[in-house]
């Protein structure tokens, strides 16, 4: 079974994983973040926020 596929990322298109890593050097990941995904076939939508001590990992 294959994970998660990510559609979009803060109403942005993910086409493939290179559009992924230009769309997230533009996110203000302090704000959160919208994912859009399928996961088993079913759409999800996540906000991600992180807390103080996972800000320094993105950046």
């Known amino acids: 079974m294959a994970g998660d596929v990510i ?3 803060n109403n942005k298109e993910v086409k493939d994983i290179k559009a992924f890593k230009e769309i997230i050097k533009t996110v203000d990941i302090s704000k959160g973040v919208l994912l859009d995904i399928v996961r088993q076939k079913r759409p999800f939508y996540f906000t991600i926020r992180p807390t103080e001590q996972d800000l ?3 950046q």
């Open 7 to 9: 559609k979009e990322v």
């Open 56 to 58: 320094g990992a993105w």
